[in-house]
């Protein structure tokens, strides 16, 4: 049978009729990304690699599918039996009622990022902490630890950023979400793991914010560390979240938006004299993760690296 060219998206339909779909797809599809947009990830040419590269006959594929299409989309590739599925924007946190089982962090941030399907039973986890804690490490060669973070966001990514920050102990936690209710939930939900000393100033340890200038403006002098948790820059035209005449060069910004490039926020973090690096280190461990948890063995990190850059 002629093989056949791997589609750049699938879609809900797609998988409503799989067996015509994927006839002749060699080796075949059996680990997808979900989201809206998803045209741009980078998780194909990463997890693709790593499967060759570890003789695994499967591949990867995204799939557009919409907010209201999750609940379909998951029943039938739990019915096709695919092995796993990474979820992004805006499915985290839809997911999450959705699965048979939850490990300790999905549970707790209230947002899956992965799942691995096992005896016809969906099994969420989350990787996000972990993948972002390890950028830093790389991107900016400090821990999280001690540092002050301001948090853009309250959706899943932001969960479980803020999440990762308070197990390891930051110092200072703030969230500014657009609809400020929910980042005043998160930081609520946090609270417990913020009862040491307050920190040294007039500022509280944690707090959320409103989405404002002038409520930036205030936080600047405060802050080691601000991460975009959002989806502004994912366009080519966004602005940045914050202007680059709010930065200050002491300042180390963490935009979880990829490119190839500069993001909008990275290059603002330039113009300012600051420290920038985009979300390509977060996606390649949390690529990693995602692996490590499909396959029960360490993910070949070099080889999606390369295959990412
Ligand atoms: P999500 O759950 O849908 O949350 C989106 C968040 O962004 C919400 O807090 C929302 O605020 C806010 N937002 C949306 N549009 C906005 C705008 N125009 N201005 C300001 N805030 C806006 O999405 P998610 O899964 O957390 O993903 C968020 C971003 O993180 C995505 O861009 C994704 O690519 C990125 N991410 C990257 C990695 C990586 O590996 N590099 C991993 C995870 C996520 P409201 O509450 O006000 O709606």
Known sequence: MKRKRVKEVYTLADLQSWSDVARGVDPPIRLVVLGDPVGHSLSP?????????CKIDMQYARFRILPGELGEGLKLIRELKFNGVNLTIPHKIGAVEMMNDL???????????????????????????????RAIREEFSVDLRDLRVMILGAGGAARAIALQCAKENCERLVIANGTFEKGDKLANKLHDLFTGPKVFGPVPRLQAIQWEENAFRF???????????TPVGLNRVDPPPI???LLAP??????????????????????????????????????????????????????????LL
Not at 45 to 53: E, I, R, S, Y
Not at 116 to 124: A, H, R, V, Y
């Open 243 to 245: 202007p680059a005449r």
């Open 45 to 53: 040419q990463m997890q693709n690699a790593a499967l060759k590269h």
């Open 250 to 307: 002491h300042l180390m910004i963490y935009d979880t938006v990829y490119s190839s490039g500069r993001t909008s926020f990275v290059s603002a973090a330039i113009e300012a004299g600051a420290r920038g690096a985009n979300g390509l280190s977060m996606l390649l461990h949390q690529g990693a993760l995602s692996f490590a948890i499909w396959f029960e063995r360490e993910a070949p990190l070099d080889v999606m690296r390369k295959a």
């Open 103 to 133: 490990d300790g962090d999905a549970k707790r941030i209230g947002a899956v990022n992965v799942i691995k399907i096992e005896d016809g039973k969906l099994c969420g986890f989350n990787t996000d902490g972990r993948a972002f804690s």
């Open 219 to 229: 936080q600047i002098a405060n802050l080691d560390l601000i991460v975009n948790a």
